[in-house]
């Protein structure tokens, strides 16, 4: 390409770069202050675009009317955002780390209803900037006036909220809650109100990153997921609570995309690279090279992630009578639903779908409950063994016995390769990682038409004739029962008990002999087998498999259900996927705000169940055990 052309990238990359900071910013502030990783950053952002465009259309006859619109938009954000922390948050501090994480994803399903309710289904595009709607020559190329404007507004907010943690007296106690928030709290200061005025702020930041967009992209319901993503990206590689870290981050992620779409087709070694597919994955790719060799973030600080729960975990016990009654009980049930297909025909499908999705939660809940080890990207192991169960069977014409055996095998062999980076980091910073990986993998899937079939995925994968019918069905409860059963025995093995010394103090169990990361790695490679093996078992019974078996909406899925459940309780994955999958097909029927609704059940859950539900009955004698 002609240098006048990587110009015109690189100023892009600059405009880009501001939109990603303002985002990244907000997310960083509260992440700081609260610790608190809010997955609904993402839905302020969205809001913010909507809003403005009702203002703008309202008042933005002129500059002034335009700007103001802008402003105004931003500020309603950040009201909202305040409510949000004085009304829901503000409740569960004191409750477990991914509970708070599990309390902001409700919130995005609620917002993204929401918006859906005032604004429609539609995209709306908003009007151009007065005075800034044409373009400005750069040799023989043309860029908007409006992205050169971006380029300023980006360091401007940054010099501006320098000054205000460094030059004011709030900010000296915002800087002093990043570092302890303990002692400031025994200096007599305030958290209360300081933490809803950093949350306003932060989500007023988001508000003023969605409506600088509109005369860039249209509102969108999928904007939420999406840019949230993106601001993760930006805050960890940046550095968690590090606003300079955060601009350096939006820097070189918005240039290195833009370097990939100046580049174009390169022939490298005879093969044509095509780099501007690689704006999917760039990011990711980088964000994992950074924290493999810099686990903190380019500008970032070790930061205390202690498990704060509201008590600590009881100590694991054997299922009592009780529980192995009701266990009993419940494949009983499952196993009679065939029977009852004249009465309920569609019982037993959803049925196979709990018990896959009770696979795939107890596979998590193995690394994630019994290892502490959090993750945003286990959905690459469910989609490692989906894709690998149905190119064996389709194009390797291995059978499905062979492919539903090598499936897992394959998802354990790059569990084994990713955990080997992953176990060297902690908290947040090991869940970005495996987030990471996981969009990694789901770029080459997405993009490898000739192989996975790209978005269209790979069809006609059903099972063999002696397995047609409801025959499928009795082989998947057997299998998942099977595996649930032995994720369960392995937590009483010495493997499991070292295993959770290792999440309770890895100090500890090093000074009495424990491999901690050796301990971590096998947790990580069984977790990813089990994974796989679900992701099998689901390519049979859907006849199909598609890149949505690896998103980060699947993996957020399986987060969800093994904290509905009960992170600290071994039932917990199995009662939280069965109500997960229920409660989303019972209210996708009910109404075109089936996520509202469902969001408003999971917030329940989690201001009465801070523990779960599992969590919350256990101990008690009706269950027969600790379990």
């Known amino acids: 390409m002609h240098l006048t052309g990587f110009i015109v990238q690189f100023l892009n990359g600059l405009a880009e770069a501001s939109s990603l900071f303002l985002v990244a910013a907000g997310l960083s502030l509260i992440?700081?202050?609260?610790?608190?990783?809010?997955?609904?950053?993402?839905?302020?952002?969205?809001?913010?675009?909507?809003?403005?465009?009702?203002?703008?259309?309202?008042?933005?006859?002129?500059?002034?009317?335009?700007?103001?619109?802008?402003?105004?938009?931003?500020?309603?954000?950040?009201?909202?955002?305040?409510?949000?922390?004085?009304?829901?948050?503000?409740?569960?501090?004191q409750a477990p780390e991914m509970f708070q994480l599990l309390a902001t994803f409700a919130l995005v399903l609620i917002f993204n209803d929401l918006a859906l309710w005032i604004w429609g289904p539609d995209d709306l595009l908003g009007p151009l900037a007065p005075g800034l709607s044409g373009s400005i020559q750069i040799f023989d190329r043309y860029i908007p006036a409006y992205d050169l404007a971006l380029i300023f507004i980006g360091p401007l907010v940054l010099l501006g909220l320098w000054l205000l943690l460094n030059h004011s007296r709030w900010g000296t106690l915002i800087r002093a809650a990043t570092q302890d928030r303990e002692m400031l709290g025994a200096l007599g200061v305030n958290q209360a109100w300081l933490f809803t005025g950093v949350f306003a702020l932060g989500a007023f930041l988001a508000g003023l990153g969605g409506a600088l967009q509109i005369p860039r992209q249209p509102a969108s319901l999928m904007l939420d997921l999406s840019?949230?993503?993106?601001?993760?990206?930006?805050?960890?590689?940046?550095?968690?609570g590090s606003i300079p870290g955060a601009y350096l981050a939006a820097l070189i992620i918005a240039e290195l995309k833009a370097l990939c779409i100046a580049l174009g087709v390169v022939e490298i070694a005879g093969m044509a690279v095509a780099f501007p597919k690689l704006t999917l994955v760039v990011e990711f790719i980088f964000m994992a090279f950074v924290l493999i060799f810099r686990p903190w973030g380019?500008?970032?600080?070790?930061?205390?992630?202690?498990?704060?729960?509201?008590?600590?975990?009881?100590?694991?016990?054997?299922?009592?009578?009780?529980?192995?009654?009701?266990?009993?009980?419940?494949?009983?049930?499952?196993?009679?639903?065939?029977?009852?297909?004249?009465?309920?025909?569609?019982?037993?499908?959803?049925?196979?779908?709990?018990?896959?999705?009770?696979?795939?939660?107890?596979?998590?809940?193995?690394?994630?409950?019994?290892?502490?080890?959090?993750?945003?990207?286990?959905?690459?192991?469910?989609?490692?063994?989906?894709y690998c169960a149905a190119l064996l069977f389709k194009s390797a014409g291995l059978g499905m016995a062979g492919s539903l055996l090598a499936a897992p095998v394959a998802a354990g062999l790059a569990a084994a390769v990713f955990g080997w980076f992953c176990i060297r980091l902690t908290g947040v910073y090991l869940a970005m990682l495996t987030l990471a990986f996981a969009q990694i993998i789901w770029s080459i899937v997405y993009q490898w038409d000739e192989v996975t079939g790209g978005?269209?995925?790979?069809?006609?994968?059903?099972?063999?004739?002696?397995?047609?019918?409801?025959?499928?069905?009795?082989?998947?409860?057997?299998?998942?029962?099977?595996?649930?059963?032995?994720?369960?025995?392995?937590?009483?093995?010495?493997?499991?008990?070292?295993?959770?010394?290792?999440?309770?103090?890895?100090?500890?169990?090093?000074?009495?002999?424990?491999?901690?990361?050796g301990v971590q790695w096998a947790a990580f490679i069984v977790a990813g087998l089990f994974a796989g093996l679900a992701g099998a078992l689901y390519v049979f019974s859907k006849g199909s498999t598609s890149p949505e078996v690896i998103t980060v909406g699947k993996s957020v899925d399986g987060l969800v259900m093994v904290l509905l459940g009960g992170i600290q309780s071994l039932s917990g994955p199995i009662v939280g996927a069965a109500g997960f999958t229920v409660l989303q097909d019972y209210f996708v029927g009910v109404t075109e705000y089936w996520r509202a609704l469902f969001g408003a059940v999971i917030l329940l859950i989690v201001l009465a169940f801070p523990q779960g539900i599992a969590g919350a009955f256990q101990g008690r004698r009706a269950w027969g055990a600790k379990a």
Do not use: C
């Open 31 to 93: 992440f700081g202050v609260s610790r608190i990783v809010n997955f609904a950053h993402g839905s302020l952002y969205m809001l913010g675009i909507y809003i403005a465009y009702t203002i703008v259309e309202q008042w933005g006859g002129g500059v002034a009317g335009f700007w103001a619109s802008l402003g105004a938009a931003a500020l309603i954000v950040g009201m909202l955002g305040a409510l949000v922390e004085a009304a829901l948050l503000r409740r569960i501090y």
């Open 298 to 386: 380019l500008l970032g600080k070790p930061l205390g992630m202690v498990r704060q729960t509201s008590r600590p975990d009881a100590p694991l016990q054997p299922a009592g009578r009780g529980l192995r009654a009701l266990a009993l009980l419940l494949l009983l049930a499952f196993a009679a639903l065939p029977l009852l297909s004249a009465a309920f025909p569609y019982a037993a499908v959803l049925a196979q779908d709990m018990l896959l999705a009770m696979l795939f939660a107890a596979s998590l809940h193995f690394m994630m409950g019994l290892g502490g080890m959090p993750t945003f990207g286990h959905a690459a192991y469910f989609g490692i063994g989906a």
């Open 227 to 240: 840019v949230i993503g993106d601001a993760f990206v930006v805050v960890v590689v940046g550095g968690m």
């Open 455 to 517: 978005s269209n995925g790979i069809v006609g994968i059903w099972p063999e004739a002696w397995l047609s019918g409801a025959a499928y069905f009795y082989f998947t409860l057997l299998v998942v029962a099977a595996a649930v059963l032995l994720l369960r025995h392995m937590a009483f093995t010495p493997f499991g008990y070292a295993l959770r010394a290792v999440r309770d103090s890895a100090l500890r169990a090093d000074a009495i002999g424990i491999h901690v990361k």
